[in-house]
């Protein structure tokens, strides 16, 4: 199977590159090789390819700078995927894009399901939603992955913020009323390319909205703290942590109190199961313990 990804710097893009196996040859395009912006260079982009499915890995995820740049945060999560559903629309062509908890507003109690209403709080959240409306109305056979707190050995994510601020600090403040479920790039991309092969198969229940996430609830003070044993036993930096609350550490973008997604449609329809998120928290501490210090 032959996979076009749009992204090749991002967390998703790279683990969608390691996690292909021998079956799935993937084309990655970073944004030297396709302006994004340019809805023509996106379906020439897919034309060139001829690929058996499209992935979108590519995203605008500066979720706080979004609030001053809302147009950016559009052109890239709801204009350029719009863009890619209806080139694959037009060609045939499987799509699978990856959207978020943000399209929530946090305020139910439970894990969210896909039939939930969506009311995004943020610049980000509704530039998502948007992606989300316009790819479920291109009439390209597609899936969206909503995904959460997402992270991995490579880029700018949780993981690697707590690791760095911990190489010099004691202590770290970190919000711990905030509710999500972590995400390991791995096995996002597992997911993602599950969902495009069911797609490519011609399995109707592959299509529609999906949500994937780590197995197991966390706010991000839980979060802060298994990273810091899991990096306490490889030598990594660690350090203590100090729960506080959102008050205490406002940001320009507000973020939901709940962002749990429930993973059971997922599971029911294509088998991907959600891997405990302190299973896989401890893989992504092995990758990073083996780069070079």
Same mark, same amino acid.
């Given at each position: 199977?032959?996979?076009?990804?749009?992204?090749?710097?991002?967390?998703?893009?790279?683990?969608?590159?390691?996690?292909?196996?021998?079956?799935?040859?993937?084309?990655?395009?970073?944004?030297?090789?396709?302006?994004?912006?340019?809805?023509?260079?996106?379906? @020439?982009?897919?034309?060139?390819?001829?690929?058996?499915?499209?992935?979108?890995?590519?995203?605008?995820?500066?979720?706080?700078?979004?609030?001053?740049?809302?147009?950016?945060?559009?052109?890239?999560?709801?204009?350029?995927?719009?863009? @890619?559903?209806?080139?694959?629309?037009?060609?045939?062509?499987?799509?699978?894009?990856?959207?978020?908890?943000?399209?929530?507003?946090?305020?139910?109690?439970?894990?969210?399901?896909?039939?939930?209403?969506?009311?995004?709080?943020?610049?980000?959240?509704?530039?998502?939603?948007?992606?989300?409306?316009?790819?479920?109305?291109?009439?390209?056979?597609?899936?969206?992955?909503?995904?959460?707190?997402?992270?991995?050995?490579?880029?700018?994510?949780?993981?690697?913020?707590?690791?760095?601020?911990?190489?010099?600090?004691?202590?770290?403040?970190?919000?711990?009323?905030?509710?999500?479920?972590?995400?390991?790039?791995?096995?996002?991309?597992?997911?993602?390319?599950?969902?495009?092969?069911?797609?490519?198969?011609?399995?109707?229940?592959?299509?529609?909205?999906?949500?994937?996430?780590?197995?197991?609830?966390?706010?991000?003070?839980?979060?802060?703290?298994?990273?810091?044993?899991?990096?306490?036993?490889?030598?990594?930096?660690?350090?203590?942590?100090?729960?506080?609350?959102?008050?205490?550490?406002?940001?320009?973008?507000?973020?939901?109190?709940?962002?749990?997604?429930?993973?059971?449609?997922?599971?029911?329809?294509?088998?991907?199961?959600?891997?405990?998120?302190?299973?896989?928290?401890?893989?992504?501490?092995?990758?990073?313990?083996?780069?070079?210090?």
């Amino acid at each position: 199977m032959k996979v076009l990804v749009f992204g090749k710097s991002g967390q998703l893009a790279q683990a969608l590159a390691e996690c292909a196996g021998d079956d799935v040859s993937i084309v990655a395009l970073g944004r030297g090789a396709c302006d994004l912006t340019q809805t023509s260079a996106i379906a @020439m982009a897919i034309a060139d390819a001829a690929p058996d499915a499209v992935i979108n890995a590519a995203a605008y995820t500066a979720v706080d700078k979004a609030e001053s740049e809302p147009e950016a945060a559009e052109a890239l999560n709801a204009l350029a995927p719009a863009a @890619m559903a209806a080139a694959c629309a037009a060609r045939g062509v499987p799509f699978v894009h990856v959207s978020t908890d943000y399209v929530f507003d946090g305020a139910k109690s439970a894990p969210y399901i896909e039939s939930d209403p969506i009311a995004p709080q943020s610049a980000y959240g509704r530039s998502k939603a948007g992606g989300e409306r316009d790819v479920l109305a291109s009439g390209a056979r597609a899936a969206i992955l909503r995904t959460s707190w997402v992270y991995s050995a490579h880029g700018a994510n949780f993981v690697k913020t707590m690791l760095r601020l911990a190489a010099t600090r004691d202590e770290i403040g970190v919000v711990a009323d905030q509710f999500g479920r972590p995400t390991w790039a791995r096995d996002l991309a597992d997911a993602c390319l599950a969902s495009a092969k069911a797609l490519v198969a011609g399995k109707d229940e592959a299509a529609g909205v999906f949500h994937y996430a780590g197995g197991g609830d966390a706010t991000w003070a839980d979060f802060a703290e298994a990273i810091f044993a899991e990096a306490a036993r490889r030598g990594l930096p660690n350090a203590r942590v100090k729960r506080i609350t959102t008050a205490d550490y406002p940001t320009p973008a507000k973020r939901p109190a709940n962002s749990r997604l429930d993973t059971t449609k997922i599971e029911a329809a294509l088998g991907i199961r959600a891997r405990p998120w302190r299973e896989a928290l401890a893989l992504c501490m092995d990758e990073i313990a083996s780069q070079p210090r």
